[in-house]
């Protein structure tokens, strides 16, 4: 085998894998995802410690300097504390020796991030949604997973099997050749391994360093607007006016017929119930998986339809156009929720960046998320100022130009391309002056976060010394346009 040397061109790529392991090899999987929840639950319970006690001295009055000292959750010091405990704590006494290091590792590892990403969101460091403190880990509800990053992490030279550390050789469901050969060939070093239950079987995956040689696009100076929908998935509209679309599968739709038989047989037998202990009976298990079985395969149908459809537009175009689309919002409307879920706006978006960075190193722009690229249009650039969702022909009342709305809107975003390396003017450009519209129809966002009201903590409303309320910093305005 060669020796791996890092060399520029080389990135970190990820490989999974299916395993099919033994019913021994299942119970280790599952105690070591276990041991894992466990180091967390530790974690968080041994930090937040600290807190409460502090919070219950400072109520007697005691001085500041004489209070509890605060428990520091980096890393390092968690794995101290943890080393120190687990031998005489009742919750690991006895049974911590069965697992690999690593399963406890993983553990402390996510509690301390969990703990950085609370505090950063409390001071205002971290985009996004508020975090709120780290919580405890249900065993009935949390993902099975433990990754490993010492040890005996290898491919092995048959190719059907993997070795891990503490769980041995697991023969894997499909060959491992993809990244066998890149290993053998020195065009690869494996970094890590993480293991978990997902859509009822064990996966494996490899996190590795590939050397991986940019590849060329079939038309590197053409520019194509995507506009993504449900009717159609998408419509793309290159900047050569060629417009092309691409249907919704609609996979769940096509098995909800399938859907609904299986989950009228599930909830005709006797399921488990928490209240009174009862266990599901074995005829409710079995009408129970063929049921996830179902949902496992219309999952797989969208996530291998989604690649392809990524992976075609960009490996044909050097500049892509998305919108910066609101799905999380767009999930709120009741009547189209299901739709949107099913065709997956923010999964090939994802997509569309990791790929087109790292495997052609093309361009991928983002359109404000107020551009106007259906009211706008392709012809002259006249905007609407209204253009309900229920009208899909688009009528220019200046140009007299009728089009499709989608195709309409997919040309406008491809413009956007030209309008980024020139500066033309477009609507959309960075330089370009916002116009106000009618009502304020622009902007519905706050300007500037909203301060939490008093007694919204834990603990019945009562907020811990740690929670104190910053400032409230003004968001600045949203550039017209964003360069990935």
């Known amino acids: 085998m060669k020796k791996f040397r890092p060399q520029p061109g080389f990135v970190v790529q990820a490989f999974g894998f299916a395993l099919d392991p033994n019913a021994a090899q299942e119970a280790a999987l ?3 995802c276990g041991a894992a929840r466990a180091a967390y639950n530790w974690a968080v319970a041994w930090v937040e410690a600290s807190w409460w006690q502090r919070r219950a001295e400072e109520s007697y009055g005691i001085a500041e300097e004489a209070l509890t000292q605060w428990r520091p959750w980096s890393l390092p010091s968690l794995r101290k504390a943890f080393n120190a405990a687990k031998r005489t704590d009742p919750g690991f006494a006895g049974w911590w020796e069965e697992n690999s290091k690593e399963a406890y590792s993983t553990g402390l590892t996510n509690a301390s991030a969990a703990f950085d990403n609370y505090t950063k969101s409390k001071r205002g460091q971290r985009k996004g949604k508020q975090v709120g403190m780290p919580r405890f880990k249900s065993k009935r509800k949390a993902r ?3 990754r490993f990053t010492t040890g005996t992490i290898r491919a092995d030279v048959d190719g059907r099997h993997v070795t891990l550390p503490r769980l041995g050789t697991i023969r894997t469901h499909e060959p491992t050749v993809k990244l066998l050969q890149r290993v053998q060939d020195g065009t690869a070093r494996i970094l890590s391994a993480t293991v978990r239950h997902e859509r009822g079987r064990w996966f494996v ?3 590795a360093e590939v050397k991986r040689d940019l590849e060329r696009v079939a038309r590197p100076d053409v520019a194509v607007g995507i506009d993504l929908g449900i009717k159609t998935l998408a419509v793309m509209a290159d ?5 092309r679309t691409a249907p919704n599968p609609n ?5 909800r017929k399938q859907l609904r038989r299986t989950s009228r047989t599930v909830s005709r037998r006797r399921g488990p119930d928490r209240r009174t202990g009862q266990k599901p009976s074995r005829r409710w298990e079995k009408a129970n998986a063929r049921r996830n079985k179902v949902h496992h395969r219309v999952a797989d149908l969208r996530e ?3 690649h392809k459809l990524t992976t075609a537009v960009a490996a044909e175009y050097g500049t892509i156009v998305v919108e910066d689309l609101n799905v999380a919002g767009m999930l709120r409307n009741r009547r189209l929720a299901r739709h949107i879920a099913d065709a997956g706006f923010g999964e090939i978006r994802r997509q569309l960046t990791y790929k087109t960075r790292q495997r052609h190193a093309t361009r991928i722009i983002a359109a404000d998320r107020w551009y106007p690229s259906s009211k706008t249009c392709s012809g002259c650039g006249t905007v609407k100022a209204k253009l309900p969702l229920h009208v899909r022909t688009y009528q220019c009342d200046v140009c007299h130009l009728v089009i ?3 195709a309409n809107a997919a040309l406008n975003l491809a413009a956007l391309a030209a309008a980024a390396a020139t500066g033309t003017g477009v609507a959309g450009d960075q330089d370009t002056p916002q116009v106000s519209k009618p009502r304020g129809a622009d902007r519905r966002t706050r300007a500037s976060r909203p301060r939490r009201k008093a007694g919204t903590g834990r603990a019945g409303g009562a907020t811990l010394p740690h ?5 409230t910093r003004d968001r600045p305005q949203a550039e017209p346009l964003t360069l990935w």
């Open 30 to 32: 599952r105690s070591h």
């Open 144 to 146: 099975l997973s433990c």
């Open 205 to 207: 995956a490899f996190q």
């Open 239 to 243: 900047s050569t006016g060629e417009i």
């Open 251 to 255: 996979h769940y739709d096509r098995a």
């Open 304 to 306: 291998d339809a989604l």
């Open 404 to 406: 499709d709305r989608d």
């Open 467 to 471: 929670q104190r309320q910053t400032e």
